[in-house]
């Protein structure tokens, strides 16, 4: 037995040599940090007071819950940016099949705060709380979800969604959870950690060439760097500055809340108790909001 395993040992340094020797272990990708400078609103840090406030949540909770909607590290580091290909006009970025990405209600916050998704792919979201949430999405181009958890509910799909869009996903439930979905063309994007603000894109499949980087933010908008991929790899950092008006709006804005305040007003219900609104009014309520 100990002679087969120096035998193994062996045998994965001689295979590991000649994979370094052929140049296929290093692995390519695009990597770089997100950054921030300027004063951050209080309110986008603050303490979520409406946890505390409600036993349910609270009793999930040891220390404070705080607000997502700016996360920064140490040294300002800035998480929750999600940075992707763009892809070049009249060309398609293809990959692999992506598996269902999946959003999570936990503690009664959405988990990620942000996720990429690739048109096309499943996108499932649990309830993992004992208790009651209302999963809300307000896109304007793909198809809207608007149902009740329970603790014991189904998982829901609530894509594919086959258009490229950012929306957000909020809980009628409890206002303060929010998330925001942004639906990609191509499977090339990664989020910057919590910790350093790093992103790493795994470019397999990526022909060679100059591209553009997109780095958007919920608070922040949209910044771009020009980038050329080599052998597979790139670096591109970005700084976001509080004091600067954002390049892209995140989405949402009027038409967002002119759809939020029909599926909250209505008179109606859904089967399991949650608000919602009958097809045909927010179809016409998408219409004119699009042709404003």
């Not at 398609?92 to 996720?115: F, I, M, N, R």
């Not at 149902?147 to 594919?160: D, E, H, V």
């Not at 790493?200 to 608070?219: A, Q």
Request: overall charge neutral; glycine content about 8%; proline content about 6%.
């Amino acid at each position: 037995m100990i002679q087969n395993n120096h035998m193994r040992k062996f045998s994965w340094m001689i295979g590991a040599a000649v994979s370094v020797a052929m140049g296929t272990v290093c692995l390519a990708d695009i990597t770089g940090k997100v950054t921030l400078t300027g004063k951050v609103a209080d309110a986008d840090t603050a303490e979520i007071t409406g946890i505390k406030a409600n036993p349910d949540c609270a009793k999930m909770h040891k220390d404070p819950v705080f607000m997502e909607t700016v996360v920064t590290g140490e040294k300002n580091e800035l998480a929750n940016v999600i940075v992707s290909i763009k892809t070049p006009q009249g060309k398609e970025l293809k990959g692999g099949k992506a598996p269902a990405a999946v959003l999570d209600q936990k503690g009664c916050v959405y988990a990620p705060h942000v996720l990429p998704v690739m048109v096309g792919q499943p996108v499932v979201t649990k309830n993992s709380d004992p208790t009651l949430h209302n999963v809300h999405t307000l896109p304007l181009d793909n198809n809207a979800v608007n149902k009740g958890m329970p603790g014991s509910a189904t998982p829901i799909n609530l894509g594919p969604f086959p258009t490229v869009e950012t929306f957000k996903v909020k809980c009628d439930v409890h206002p303060w959870m929010v998330a925001w979905i942004r639906v990609l063309d191509n499977p090339f994007y990664a989020t910057t950690d919590d910790q350093k603000g790093a992103y790493k894109i795994d470019t397999t499949g990526l022909p060679d060439g100059d591209y553009e980087l997109v780095f958007w933010h919920e608070k922040f908008g949209e910044q771009t760097k020009k980038i050329s991929v080599k052998g597979g790899k790139a670096e591109a950092d970005a700084v976001f500055d509080t004091t600067k008006k954002a390049e892209a709006a995140p989405a949402g804005g009027i038409k967002e809340t002119a759809v939020a305040a029909l599926m909250t007003n209505s008179a109606q219900k859904c089967e399991d108790g949650s608000c919602c609104e009958a097809p045909t009014k927010a179809a016409a309520l998408l219409t004119a909001a699009k042709a404003k």
